[in-house]
């Protein structure tokens, strides 16, 4: 395993009991310390299984794993491996444990066996990251949508983990509550935080290093943003929804109003359109 992968995966399957086809087909990826991998592909082409696999919620039925240096398929390892690679999923109400903020963030250090002095920095730090620090007292319930994913972040990070693995964790959420998510993410990667963020929205991923598209179990096509919207005829087959800021974007390149690298934001195009 290179020195910089947080996660190798080498001709990794992955078939569920008693299931026909695999979901994970002969998969080779590796992700490095620092990249945002953002994952993508139609519904069951197998994101949800390849982020469960890199935590070792999955052990490959066939290949390797290496997660954070530790072999994925040795169970001893899979604690280890679990607070490094810290998962969110889609619905906040399945990952929340406690019924007050504070206590729900410091579920998982106290799980580790953290003193209780360095769980209340511990704490406080999370629920900084993600803008809850006032609602520390405030009872779970009480917390709307996007603030309740907010405290799952914290509930990730209070792991201190080295990658995050967002599974459709705005799916759920109104306009300003995926901005809130994403304006974290943005902040988590450039202090370094390595990230790889499953997502039906393309307009969530133009911050994402990299692009991974999956297509039944194995990787349709990867490479970095400007390449992927050049690569728009491909999108039905792929199972990608084209958002409007991308097709119109695609056409005003086509007529050289933009150029080819304009990434397709609202601010991009301000930037190009009326500098
Ligand atoms: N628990 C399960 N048991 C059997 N098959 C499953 C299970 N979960 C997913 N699958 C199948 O595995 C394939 C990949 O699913 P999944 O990883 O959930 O895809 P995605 O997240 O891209 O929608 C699909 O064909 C799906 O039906
Ligand atoms: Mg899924």
Known sequence: MEPEAVCALRDVSFTYPGAAAPAIQGLDLTIRRGEWVALVGANGSGKSTLAKILNALLIPTRGDCFSCGYRT??????????????????????????????????????????????????????LCQVGLEEKRRTPTYALSGGQKQRLAIAGALAMRPECLVLDE????????????????????????????????????????????????????????????????????????????????????????????SCLPSVKELLEHLCP
């Open 73 to 126: 398929d040795r169970e001893e390892h899979h604690w280890a491996i679990r607070s490094r690679i810290s998962m969110v999923f889609q619905n906040p109400d399945n990952q929340i444990v406690a019924s007050v903020v504070e206590e729900d963030v410091a579920f998982g250090p106290e799980n580790l066996g953290v003193s209780p002095g360095r769980i209340r920095e511990i704490v406080r730090e999370s």
């Open 169 to 260: 964790a705005t799916a759920m959420l109104d306009p300003q509550g995926r901005e809130d998510v994403l304006k974290i993410l943005r902040e988590l990667h450039s202090k370094g935080m390595t990230l790889v963020q499953i997502t039906h929205r393309l307009e969530e991923i133009l911050d994402a290093t990299r692009v991974v598209v999956l297509r039944n179990g194995q990787i349709e096509w990867e490479g970095e943003l400007p390449e992927l919207f050049e690569r728009v005829d491909r999108f039905p087959e792929w199972g990608l929804e084209i958002p409007p800021l991308v097709r119109l974007t695609g056409l005003l390149k086509k007529r050289k109003v933009l150029p080819a």
